[in-house]
């Protein structure tokens, strides 16, 4: 179809166009309804052009602008450019059409009236200074009119004495950039945006690769990154978090660009026009989509406790852990240590040795008040001091019914007080049900109903875990602790069957963690019953009647085996898939004669299943064997795939099952540490010889704080909501906020459960504060009904509460997608 209009100077002359642009009269162009049906006729004597036009008549229209400061015959990229756009504009649904113009004449920005007849420019030019200031300032006007504007490659590169085109570009490329093409990996990391829903996670391809003077994350918004260890990025190197394609609302209008684009095979792939595809219908409003789900600005966190009054823990206890209820409520606990000017008895010829309280808050958000709900006398308020004086026992963990805003019911883990035997130095830990008052926010300590009960050493610290989760199915999950030393081991594996006091060992995780008859070091499954009771759901990895050669046994309450210490868990009732995290040992690195260092664990788990603590950690890596009689000489490396129980402290089966690999593992070198192996599969445990598998990752002091698998429901009322853009995404953090990990993560469904690595991560350190005024030691995080994120900040001291143990939340604030549905060219959709 011809059309008169603007003059194609790829073929024809160039006519200069002046006139003044104004944002008013850009504006009556670009928002009065369906554009392209109102445009303008031609000027006389305007050259004819070709214009792309989809059958029909006319539609939206997008310009193309190529034109460069740069001399010589005009890049190839423009050509190739020009007609892939034309061919997005032809295909597709009808309502997804559109009409395409190009010139490389700027005097284009300087006339108003034309300008506004287009739904969204395109920058496909060489760079350099293109624009005079009147031109600059007609493009200006255009997107604050509500104009479109899409970036192509070295479009970064244009104009670059001018600020306001930085803000719309968002970064400008590094000089030292490399120059060659190079096959890389995209991570699509938005899965709902027009331009990448179609893409697939993990994109191969090739093309130049920028390096960004600033790095634009937290100041637009992202929709993929790429991977830097697939490919050389020079010394410019923007590291893990490298953006590659983003979209903003900028000025008024709508910017979308991408460093992809640098070569002309580019624009004969699928793919890439598909992304192309979805930033012109983006930014000519033709569809909507939202730009503001990771810039941190959006996003506000505030205290919502106060801090105690002196002497008194009335608005938070020692923190430990949080749940949200259906109608909003926030019921947190604290562990049992006490305000630091109260006495911790460490003397065990006292009758009140460790004897603290587990207090249970309420936080309402209707009153923005906190109601200290109840107490559990605990054993837990020891702390400080070398391993025979500190304890981790106490309020661990709490869950509320599936039927809570029925019947109140509340299970709690814990180490009640009564119970301990200071002879033995052995305690009871259990789950137990207790009523709330709904209406008084109270406990009704009477109301105690115990569901589960085993026994755990209390005479060395640590590792009792104590999360709780739901899944879809009634079944409750119920994290515990190896109750096994730090000690003793020279921080690798735990597995020193010396020392034990009156018997019971307490340095050899074998006897907890790697025992198929006990409790400790497990995620557990269980059904409760609502007489109080429990029956064990099928798929558990073990029926509790299992024996072997030396007439060992099982509990049918294990689902999962071979973890540390699991304070942290989390079910996705959308999928039913658990989502763990552990602490790893205290050696600060690999050994060749033990094995690997402390590796913090976070893993994906969608069956039951062995995790390999204490014989083996990360993908795989096993630890050195000892035993009696001399447990300071190593013996052989322990097999993964067969790993045997041979402590002289077990009295389950010898035979384990296999161990699964997890999917995230971090030292205090970095992520997911790997070494090459030797012929048997044994890890060098060279320092010089790790390559980390996980970049975005690294720790220190270290401690894994498991989070949320985050699910947007678009039917919640209130404000705060994260978006949808978070849906899916899974939240991994660390009790330390330094170098550690506060990241969301994606997983691949097909290999996540047999652990795989994740295929993208982006921080959320920028969201959520850091520092000592901000979240500094995070101990719990989960999301409210109403879609804010709830999180404890356990304070700034061990074993107490301080004026820095805190309730936070953290809401959203930057609206929803754009263009609002009125003013999208074809209609709503």
């Not at 719309?168 to 699509?188: F, H, M, N």
């Not at 047999?754 to 520092?771: D, F, Q």
């Amino acid at each position: 179809m011809y059309l008169r209009g603007l003059s194609d100077t790829r073929t024809r002359g160039r006519r200069p166009w002046a006139a003044a642009v104004t944002a008013s009269a850009l504006a009556a162009g670009l928002l009065s309804g369906p554009v392209a049906h109102a445009r303008p006729a031609p000027e006389p004597g305007l050259t004819t052009m070709s214009i792309t036009s989809p059958p029909g008549g006319s539609g939206p229209r997008v310009l193309v602008f190529h034109g460069s400061a740069a001399a010589g015959e005009e890049s190839p990229l423009v050509d190739a450019g020009i007609e892939a756009i034309e061919r997005i504009g032809l295909s597709g649904p009808a309502a997804e059409r559109f009409e395409v113009a190009a010139t490389d004449d700027a005097a284009v920005f300087t006339d108003g009236a034309r300008l506004s007849g287009f739904n969204a420019v395109v920058f496909l030019t060489g760079g350099g200074d293109v624009l005079d200031p009147e031109q600059e300032a007609g493009l200006e006007a255009y997107m604050e009119a509500g104009g479109g504007f899409v970036g192509i490659h070295d479009a970064a590169r244009a104009e670059p004495y001018s600020d306001w085109f930085t803000g719309l570009i968002g970064a400008r490329p590094a000089a030292s950039s490399p120059a060659s093409v190079q096959r890389a990996t995209v991570e699509v990391g938005d899965r709902r945006h027009p331009t990448t829903k179609d893409l697939p996670v993990q994109w191969k391809r090739p093309d130049k690769w920028f390096n960004w003077v600033k790095n634009p994350s937290g100041a637009v918004h992202t929709v993929a990154r790429v991977r830097e260890s697939t490919y050389q990025p020079g010394a410019s190197a923007n590291g893990w978090d490298h953006p590659v394609s983003w979209c903003r609302d900028y000025d008024g209008g709508r910017s979308f660009y991408t460093g992809m684009g640098g070569t002309v095979s580019a624009y004969d792939e699928t793919d890439f026009r598909t992304h192309l595809r979805g930033a012109l219908l983006w930014t000519s409003r033709l569809t909507r989509a939202d730009c503001t789900a990771t810039i941190d600005a959006n996003y506000t966190a505030e205290r919502l406790t106060r801090p105690n009054q002196p002497g008194r823990n009335d608005q938070i206890g020692e923190p430990h852990g949080l749940v949200t209820a259906p109608d909003g409520r926030v019921l947190y606990i604290g562990r049992g240590g006490a305000d630091s000017s109260q006495p911790v008895v460490t003397d065990w010829n006292d009758p009140d040795v460790g004897k603290g309280k587990g207090e249970i808050h309420v936080y309402d958000p209707r009153t923005k008040e906190v109601t200290l709900a109840g107490a559990l006398t605990v054993f837990g308020n020891k702390g400080g001091g070398d391993e025979l004086t500190k304890v981790e026992e106490g309020l661990l963990g709490i869950e509320l019914d599936p039927a809570f805003q029925r019947n109140g019911w509340v299970y709690l883990h814990y180490t009640p007080h009564e119970r301990i035997n200071r002879d033995t130095r052995t305690a009871e830990r259990r789950v137990s049900r207790f009523t709330l008052d709904l209406a008084t926010n109270k406990l009704d300590p009477g109301s105690e109903k115990v569901l589960l009960a085993w026994p755990v050493q209390i005479h060395s610290c640590c590792h009792a875990g104590g999360g709780m989760a739901w899944d879809s199915k009634g079944n409750l999950y119920i994290a515990t602790g190896d109750n096994n030393s730090s000690g003793f081991s020279a921080g690798y594996s735990g597995n020193n069957p010396q020392p034990t006091y009156k018997g019971v060992s307490f340095a050899d995780a074998r006897r907890t963690a790697g025992n198929t008859n006990n409790l400790n070091g497990k995620i557990l499954r269980i059904h409760p019953e609502p007489d109080g009771t429990y029956t064990l759901p099928a798929g558990n990895l073990f029926t509790g009647k299992e024996t072997d050669e030396g007439g060992g046994k099982t509990r049918g309450e294990i689902y999962v085996m071979g973890v540390r210490n699991p304070a942290r868990i989390f079910v996705d009732r959308k999928t039913d898939v658990l989502y763990a995290g552990w602490v790893g040992p205290d050696a600060s690195a690999p050994s060749t004669t033990w094995g690997p260092a402390k590796y913090d664990t976070f893993a994906v788990i969608t069956e039951a299943g062995n995790r390999g603590w204490p014989y083996c950690m990360g993908n795989g890596q096993p630890y050195r064997d000892r035993n009696l009689p001399d447990p300071s000489k190593p013996l052989g490396w322990y097999d993964c795939d067969h790993p045997k129980n041979e402590s002289p402290h077990n009295d389950g089966l010898v035979n384990l099952p296999p161990v699964t690999g997890n999917n995230i593992w971090y030292s205090p070198q970095g992520g997911a540490p790997d070494f090459p192996r030797d012929a048997d599969g044994v890890p060098s445990y060279r320092n010089e010889d790790a390559r980390y598998l996980l970049p975005w990752l690294k720790g220190g002091g270290q401690a894994a704080m498991n989070g949320p698998v985050y699910r947007y429901d678009p039917a919640a009322t209130g404000s705060g909501q994260w978006p949808a853009y978070w849906d899916g995404k899974w939240f991994v953090g660390d009790f330390y906020d330094a170098d550690q990990p506060r990241h969301a993560v994606l997983t691949d469904p097909k290999n996540h459960g047999s652990g795989g690595l994740p295929i993208h991560a982006e921080t959320l350190k920028r969201i959520i504060p850091v520092g000592n005024d901000g979240i500094k030691n995070l101990m719990d995080w989960k999301f409210g009904p109403d879609g804010a994120l709830y999180l404890l900040d356990y304070g700034r001291g061990f074993f107490t509460s301080d004026a820095r143990s805190a309730l936070w939340r953290v809401t959203y604030t930057g609206g929803g997608p754009t263009p609002a549905a009125d003013q999208l060219a074809r209609g709503a959709r």
